[in-house]
Every structure is written in C-alpha cells, then in structure tokens.
C-alpha cells in the first residue's frame, strides 16, 4: 500500500485546494464545497494515521476511524448551517456572490 | 468489554447535561406551530425562568460536586478537576446573566422564540464539556457545537442585512479555522504513538519535540484557537459580527467564547508544551494584538465596533500568560488569565447589557446615542460607567486587579517588555472607554432618546454585573485564592 | 519507499491506459461512424418525450431546505452503524446512550415538524 508519507502529501495538496478555494472564489456554493474540501482532506489524515497506529494504545482500537466518524457528523452540521445561510442571503438580497457581501468595513 | 459508567463520570458529565437538556426543553416548549410567528414581542417569561432555573441548577452541580481530581474519564475524553469547573462556572454564569437579560431585549426587537435560548444552552452546554475535554476528539466536538450555535446566533435577526452578513463571515472563517485545528490535531495524533488524548500526547510529547510535525501540529492547533479568540491577524472577522448580531448575542459570545477558548487552549498547552519558538511567536501575537485593539477602537463612532476592537486588546493581555507558561517558568501564571477571564466576563457583559437596554426596535449603537443617559437613567449609566473604567482598567474595579496580576507575572516572569506594552495600550484605552462616559454625563439628549420600557431582567442582570466589578475590584481575594487552587489542579494533575 | 513508487508507478500505467482507451473509442466513432445530423437527432431524447424547456432552470429553494434536513438526519446512521457491529458488547448502558441519542433526534425531528419544515408550500 501507499506510505503514510505519500497520503500525507494528498492530505496537504487537498488541503491547499481548500484553502484556495476559499480564499479565491466567489461563488458563496463554491466556498462551501472548499470547506468541506477542507475537512475531508484531514480525515485522510486521520484515517491513514489511524491504519498506521493500529491498535496501539488508548481506547483499544481505531481511534482514528472514530475520529474521522465525528468529524463527518460536525462537517455534515456544519454544511447545513452554511447552506441555511446561504437560503437567507439569497431570500433577502437574490445574491450568492461573496464579494457583494462585504459592505461593512473599518 | 462491558461498558460502565462510574458515578465520578456521571457526576463530571452532569453540569453539560443540564445545560443540554434545558435547551432541548425550551426548543419545545416554544413550539406553537405556524401562527408562532408574530409572538415574538410577547416577553415570554416562562422561558426566561426556565433558563435561569436551568443555568442555576448547572452552576450549582458545578460548584459542589467534584471534591477529587479525577482526570480519565470515560476512557480519557474529559476529565474533572476544578480548573474545568471554574472556568465552567463563568461560562454558566454568563449564561445566567444573558439568559436574565434576553428576554425583555428580544421582546423589543420582535424576535423572542424559544430557538435564541437553546441555542445559547446548547453552545454553553458545549462550553462546559470543552472546558473539561482532555482528548483531541472532545476538543473538537465540543469546539464545533459552540461555533456552530454561535454562528446561527450572530445570524439571529435574518431580517437585517448586517446580521446575516456578519454572520456568513463568522461562518466561513469559523469553519476555515477548524480546518486549521482539525489538521493540527491530525498531525498530533499522528507523531504521539496514536492515541488521542492530552495525557499521552504529554507523555510522548519530549520524545517527539523535535519531530517538525509535532511541531506544525502544534501551531496549527494555536492558529485555530487564534481564530476563535480573535488575536491578530485572525480577528478581522469580530468588528463585523459584533456589529451585525444583536446585542445580547455579542455579549454571550465575546465573553463565552472567550472563556471556553482559552480554558481549551491552556490545557492543550499545558500538555503539548511548544517550547521558546513558540512561545516567542505568542509573545508577538500579543504585542501586535494589544497595540492594534486598541489603536483601532480610538476612532470608532459605533460602540459595538468600539467594544469589538477593545475585545481584541483583552485578547492580547489574556495571551501574556501562556507566553510565560511556554518558557519554562511553568503555567502558575495561568490563574492570572483565570481570574482575568472571570473579571473581563462581568465587565464586557455589563457593557453590552446596557446597549440592550436602549434598543427600542432596532440597537441604537452609536455613541451619540448615550448622550445624556445619566440625567434619565441615572444607576444605567452608573453601570456603564463601572463597565468602562474595568475595561480600561482603573483601581477599584475588577480589570483593575486582573491586568494587575497579569503585568506583574509579567515582570516576575522576565517579560517586562510585555509588561510594558501592556501598560502603555492600557493607557492609550482610557481615552476611548472615557468617551461613553463624557456622553453619558456632559452632553444634552437629543430627541426621544432612552424611553426605556425597564425589563425587569435585564436590569437584574445588569444589576447583578456591575455588582460582581465592585465586588471583585474591591475585595479580589477569594477569586484569587481560588483562581490559583484551580491551576494547581490542572498542573498537579 | 520503492514499493511506494511501484504502486504509483502501476497507478500511472493504469491511468495511462484508461485515457488511451477512452480518446481511442471516441476517436474511432468520430472516424468510421456514419453521420448523419438534423434537428431531431439532436434533441435531448431523440425518440422520447418533447422537453418541456432547458434544464439548466434554477430549481426552487425548497430543494435545499429539505437537502438541508436530509443531510442531518442521514448522517446520523453514521453513529448508528457502528453501535450496530458492537451493541453486545456495550451492553444495556450502550443501548441507554444510543436510545437518548434517538430521542434527541427525534426531539429534532419533532421541531422540524411542529415549524412546519416538513410541509411544501
């Protein structure tokens, strides 16, 4: 199989796309979808540390799968009061365009 | 493996599970179907009572129960020792005071439902368990349900525009900031021989200090908690969201969140250690933190925006003691943050409770709206005034004895540059915390100002806030006292 | 770290052949099929039901307040599956936290309902 380094290396470029696609796109659903990027890039991580560790120590085994079973769940709520604020801009202001929002400033 | 649950657990668990299951209760019992929805003037003070019956039956399960330090519970997921319950204890009392004052100031601006309450008890349910949590997966868990309850607060009012706009804001760089922590965390488990919690990764931490990923892990794990205290260059979000949510909101959230942030953060510290590089980048953080606060809040005409930026300065005084704890001196400094936490808590509540009193359908929020408040509100502005002068931090007052304890670790510790720095942008702050007060006192009122309609809770609150600045500014001595046990007992272990 | 490259090295061949593979069907369908175009054929169905109109249509907003349900919910057997493979060893406590954990969902569940999140109009 793939070396820990190597899935490492996945987690990290997956990362960066994520932050890229924060950081740099204007679609409000685009946006999202990086944050999710995001978190499902670590939970490569998680899972790939996880097979490595085994059953080494603590709480007997898969610590990292378990992990990775939270972080889904908190992802999965988190997605879904992204998009209800997402419902609620578009009801008000018929815009999903990030740059559109940025009114306040100082 | 039979699953058991001792009375220790149950007993360590049962503060968040009060908080829980209140919130559970006051989501039903606000359910009238459709037609609900113009009720929101009604002031609804069953609600009310039964969140501060709640609040009050967590905070006592907190004070009395937990004699003993046990710190491996539910196979090392939390832990009780009363370092957790202190800093437990200021999040429920926070929870207490907004619960007292959401009523009267949500019935004003016609969004008083059932959701608002449950989503402060299930973000202070989260505030609890994160106070406590010793392992990465509790972290984590209970970092997000705060963030996530806090987010749909900011967002509360759907119907005005900033609201909804700050709330996105604090939204995306919320999550993006887990993605930060989460990757931290994921790292660390890695390099600590796979086990999840703080307990192990201590253990191991020495074998693997010079492993860079242990390392990285570390100050991702710091720039995620960054995030959600708000430390430059991560604060960018705070002016917006405090101006957008409503104002009972902000004062949950930038006391709170604050509270359970840092309590995580030390603990995390404590254990992971990050030695000199580490604790030079925090002592640099602060620097920066503390100048741009409170260079920021000297021109602002909106006091939300004001107390925004004065929040971020707090940040970077609370950030001196883990400079200290980091470089070996040990984290005996940490009861400085501790009874620092529970001083700028009352103050910054006291605050943004009186600017809940003035908001007659929508928050008057500009400073010319104080003017004259002493003339027709005579004990409001009094509160405010105490408000103003702990936050700057002038003698007799809570702040006062806070940024006391911390400037003197500080010196004690070495660091008299921090100290100093701190001491010059308190100094610079006196100016802007003066000016509600010259408004309050020296300038005519203008219009239909202050018809105040005296909720009764929200006085309450504010009664009981500006209370605890007197009490604690006067005579500090028992909270130090036992701000100090508390660290020991994260320390001793 | 040789096994490493070994695997990337099949992995490359694999996706070397898969695009090969792929750009040579459709090459040699563009090369030797017969073509023949008019306006029928080049409708969405060719011998199916006339479209009503385009599908790139924004779909109507209560689309996502139910996504929004559905993923919440849905997700939530990600915790159940697991409970399902070890429900004897954990014993009655386990079904104890698993039955509050329903009951919280269905207290969820039961607010979606009363606020009328359930109905379409």
């Known amino acids: 199989m793939f070396s820990i380094t190597t899935i490492l290396y996945l987690t990290a470029s997956l990362f960066c796309i994520g932050i890229y696609g924060v950081l740099a796109r204007r679609n409000i659903i685009v946006v999202l979808m990086s944050l999710e990027l995001m978190l499902n890039a670590v939970n490569l991580a998680l899972v790939a540390f996880g097979r490595?560790?085994?059953?080494?120590?603590?709480?007997?085994?898969?610590?990292?799968?378990?992990f990775t079973l939270m972080v889904l769940a908190v992802a999965a709520a988190e997605a879904a009061i992204g998009l209800s604020l997402l419902l609620v801009i578009w009801r008000r202001w018929h815009s999903i365009d990030v740059r559109k929002l940025s009114r306040m400033s100082g | 493996m039979e699953l058991l649950i001792s009375p220790t657990e149950i007993e360590a668990i049962l503060p968040a599970g009060i908080l829980f299951l209140t919130g559970l209760v006051l989501l039903l019992v606000d359910l009238g179907g459709k037609e609900r929805a113009d009720s929101g003037m009604n002031p609804k003070n069953h609600l009310v009572f039964i969140g501060c019956a709640g609040s009050v039956l967590a905070l006592m399960a907190l004070v009395t129960g937990g004699g003993s330090v046990v710190t491996s519970l539910y196979a090392g997921a939390m832990s009780d020792d009363a370092f957790g319950r202190f800093a437990g204890a200021l999040v429920t009392l926070a929870l207490l005071l907004t619960t007292l004052g959401a009523g009267g100031y949500l019935s004003s601006i016609g969004q008083n439902r059932g959701e608002f309450y449950s989503l402060l008890f299930f973000g202070a349910g989260a505030m609890v368990l994160l106070c406590q949590a010793t392992n990465l997966v509790s972290i984590f868990v209970a970092i997000e349900t705060l963030s996530l309850s806090v987010f749909v607060l900011a967002g509360y009012t759907t119907d005005r525009r900033p609201s909804s706009e700050g709330a996105f804001k604090y939204f995306v760089l919320g999550a993006f900031s887990s993605g930060?922590?989460?990757?931290?965390?994921?790292?660390?488990?890695?390099?600590?021989?796979?086990?999840?919690?703080?307990?192990?990764?201590?253990?191991?931490?020495?074998?693997?200090?010079?492993?860079?990923?242990?390392?990285?892990g570390v100050l991702l794990m710091v720039i995620g908690f960054a995030f959600k205290v708000g430390a430059v260059p991560f604060h960018s979000w705070i002016p917006d969201v405090y101006q957008g949510a409503p104002v009972i909101a902000v004062g949950w959230m930038a006391v709170a969140v604050k509270v359970a942030s840092f309590a995580a953060l030390l603990r995390l510290l404590v254990a992971a250690g990050g030695g000199e590089t580490l604790s030079r980048l925090i002592a640099a953080i602060a620097v920066v933190t503390m100048l741009l606060g409170n260079l920021a809040a000297l021109n602002q005409t909106n006091i939300k925006r004001m107390l925004a930026y004065s929040g971020i300065a707090h940040t970077g005084y609370l950030l001196i003691p883990l400079v200290l704890g980091l470089t070996g001196t040990g984290f005996e400094s940490g009861s400085s943050m501790l009874f620092y936490l529970a001083a700028y808590s009352v103050t910054t509540f006291a605050a943004f409770a009186v600017i809940a009193t003035l908001s007659r359908g929508q928050d008057r929020e500009s400073i010319d709206d104080l003017n004259g408040l002493a003339s027709k509100h005579p004990m409001i502005a009094v509160?405010?005034?105490?408000a103003m002068l702990s936050l700057a931090g002038i003698p007799l007052t809570a702040g006062f004895v806070g940024k006391l304890m911390i400037f003197r670790d500080a010196v004690e510790g070495g660091y008299i540059y921090l100290a100093l720095i701190g001491i010059i942008s308190s100094v610079i702050s006196v100016y802007y915390y003066l000016r509600p007060v010259v408004a309050m006192y020296f300038r005519e009122a203008t219009g239909d100002q202050h018809e105040v309609e005296h909720p009764w809770g929200l006085h309450l609150a504010l009664a009981l806030a500006g209370g605890?600045?007197?009490?604690?500014?006067?005579?500090?001595?028992?909270?130090?006292?036992?701000?100090?046990?508390?660290?020991?007992?994260?320390l001793g272990g | 770290m040789t096994s490493v490259s070994y695997d990337l090295f099949a992995l490359a061949i694999f996706a070397g052949l898969t695009v090969i593979v792929g750009a040579g069907l459709l090459a040699l369908s563009e090369l030797v099929g017969p073509r023949r175009r008019d306006p029928e054929k080049n409708t969405t169905y060719e011998c199916g039901v006339p479209l009503f109109d385009s599908a790139r249509e924004p779909f109507t907003v209560k689309f996502y307040l139910v996504a929004i349900l559905f993923i919440l919910f849905?997700?939530?057997?990600?915790?159940?599956?697991?409970?399902?493979v070890v429900y004897?060893?954990?014993?009655?406590?386990?079904?104890?936290?698993?039955?509050?954990?329903?009951?919280?969902?269905?207290?969820?569940l039961l607010y979606c309902w009363r606020r009328g999140a359930l109905e379409w109009d």
């Open chain 3, 74 to 84: 849905d997700i939530e057997t990600v915790f159940l599956l697991p409970y399902a």
């Open chain 1, 52 to 66: 490595v560790h085994g059953t080494a120590s603590f709480a007997g085994e898969h610590s990292g799968q378990i």
């Open chain 2, 383 to 386: 509160v405010m005034t105490l």
């Open chain 2, 180 to 216: 930060f922590l989460l990757l931290g965390m994921a790292f660390l488990y890695g390099v600590s021989g796979g086990s999840l919690a703080l307990s192990d990764i201590a253990a191991n931490g020495p074998q693997v200090a010079d492993d860079i990923l242990f390392a990285v």
């Open chain 2, 468 to 490: 605890a600045i007197l009490l604690l500014g006067i005579d500090p001595q028992a909270l130090v006292e036992f701000s100090v046990e508390s660290m020991r007992s994260l």
């Open chain 3, 88 to 108: 004897k060893q954990l014993g009655v406590i386990g079904l104890v936290e698993m039955g509050i954990f329903l009951l919280v969902l269905a207290a969820g």
